[in-house]
T-cell receptor, first 113, second 117 residues
């Protein structure tokens, strides 16, 4: 069965500091991996996705993520966070096109001025 | 880009009434749509998968008679919460997949917040 684990419930970083949000997945085949961001009371916005190819993927808003098959991980990174990055971040895993996506429990990011 | 729209964005109803939430793909044909439920400060839990023209597939623990899903066309899926109770209050989000776009990703609606009094 597919599953996603985000071990950090809440992370606080200083503005301008680097960020890494952890994500581990369990999936029986080659996974499709996603990171979504959700602001309070809002829907989801796709930050980036990995399907195949280069294991380091670039997304919007300066985010990137690296797929490591050996570690079953897909950690999200940003070199320098901005106050506007404060939100809830969800890692997700799915299969081929039109396959259901399963979400992790989310990591809430707070930014310290 | 692909846009999915949900309506209404917010709804308040009395206990015992039924509420319908619509999910529309505006610029593509959605062969498959998914309905998620999100409790406050929690993750998104998949409720069901609906394919156009066929019955929805519900996840374990989701009452199919309470949460009626209809996917009558390639651009519209509806979720009806029947005989709603306060414990049904939640944020409901739909998403759509399109084989024609073939991007492998889902496109999410803005969500619908249901409050049952």
């Amino acid at each position: 069965a597919q599953s996603v684990t985000q071990p950090d419930i809440h992370i606080t970083v200083s503005e301008g500091a680097s960020l890494e949000l952890r994500c581990n997945y369990s999936y029986g085949a080659t996974p499709y991996l996603f990171w979504y961001v959700q602001s309070p009371g809002q829907g989801l916005q796709l930050l980036l996705k990995y399907f195949s190819g280069d294991t380091l993927v670039q997304g919007i808003k300066g985010f990137e993520a690296e797929f490591k098959r050996s570690q079953s991980s897909f950690n999200l990174r940003k070199p320098s966070v901005h106050w506007s990055d404060a939100a809830e971040y969800f890692c997700a895993v799915g299969g081929s096109s039109a396959s259901k996506i399963i979400f992790g429990s989310g990591t809430r990011l707070s930014i310290r001025p | 880009g692909a846009v999915v729209s949900q309506h209404p964005s917010r709804v308040i109803c009395k206990s015992g009434t039924s509420v319908k939430i619509e999910c529309r793909s505006l610029d593509f044909q959605a062969t498959t749509m998914f309905w998620y439920r999100q409790f406050p400060k929690k993750s998104l839990m998949l409720m069901a998968t609906s394919n156009e023209g066929s019955k929805a597939t519900y996840e374990q623990g989701v009452e199919k008679d309470k949460f009626l899903i209809n996917h009558a066309s390639l651009t519209l899926s509806t979720l009806t919460v029947t005989s709603a109770h306060p414990e049904d209050s939640s944020f409901y989000i739909c998403s759509a997949a399109s084989g024609s776009l073939n991007t492998g990703e889902l496109f999410f609606g803005e969500g619908s917040r249901l409050t049952v009094l």
